[in-house]
T-cell receptor
Framework: TQLLEQSPQFLSIQEGENLTVYCNSS?????LQWYRQEPGEGPVLLVT???GGEVKKLKRLTFQFGDARKDSSLHITAAQPGDTGLYLC??????????WGAGTKLIIKP | DSGVTQTPKHLITATGQRVTLRCSPR?????VYWYQQSLDQGLQFLIQ???????AKGNILERFSAQQFPDLHSELNLSSLELGDSALYFC????????????FGAGSRLTVL
């Protein structure tokens, strides 16, 4: 069974700080998606990474797919209160089904 | 508005009861997925339908069942409810089957008392 481990599970930091969230597996994924979920809402896709070593930027968010396509990271620069939410990663397995991480709950304090 | 509609938004019921959650996928999407999310937890995949047929099954209890109708809307039936079934239930849709981009609805919050 493929597993996708996210760390940390919970992170509370001050506005303006930088942070990195990790998504790791021993399995290879054909692609990996990052979602953000705000309270009372469904997850919303932030980015999909497909190629090993790929880096994508979305304003202050930088996403990287590991060279071996087994891991990914999300780095937020100068975090803002609006970045608060649950960040979920999901990897596509060989059957193109999504394997979900347990999520990182991020709180940015003003 | 994501385009995926879920009803009801909130539901309170008692143990042993049965409820039905409904989902209308985004226009043009053929695939529907159901997920369960307990408090502050990640998403647990329950089941997927594609164009009316079951395509993949996750950790769905035997007390739970689902179907996708010809008009592509889907229903998740939860029976013999237990306290532990209290959770958010999300529906998501995608254009085709496989690990595509999922568009999620706002969820149905089920509380079992």
């Amino acid at each position: 069974t493929q597993l996708l481990e996210q760390s940390p599970q919970f992170l509370s930091i001050q506005e303006g700080e930088n942070l990195t969230v990790y998504c790791n597996s021993s399995s290879v994924f054909s692609s990996l998606q990052w979602y953000r979920q705000e309270p009372g809402e469904g997850p919303v896709l932030l980015v999909t990474v497909v190629t090993g070593g790929e880096v994508k930027k979305l304003k202050r968010l930088t996403f990287q797919f590991g060279d071996a396509r087994k891991d990914s990271s999300l780095h937020i620069t100068a975090a803002q209160p609006g970045d608060t939410g649950l960040y979920l990663c999901a990897g596509a397995d060989s059957n193109y089904q999504l394997i979900w991480g347990a999520g990182t709950k991020l709180i940015i304090k003003p | 508005d994501s385009g995926v509609t879920q009803t009801p938004k909130h539901l309170i019921t008692a143990t042993g009861q049965r409820v039905t959650l409904r989902c209308s996928p985004r226009s043009g999407d053929l695939s529907v997925y159901w997920y369960q999310q307990s408090l502050d937890q990640g998403l647990q995949f329950l089941i997927q339908y594609y164009n009316g047929e079951e395509r993949a099954k996750g950790n769905i209890l035997e007390r739970f069942s689902a179907q996708q109708f010809p008009d592509l809307h889907s229903e998740l039936n939860l029976s013999s409810l237990e306290l532990g079934d209290s959770a958010l239930y999300f529906c998501a849709s995608s254009a085709i089957t496989g690990a595509n981009v999922l568009t999620f609805g706002a969820g149905s919050r089920l509380t079992v008392l």
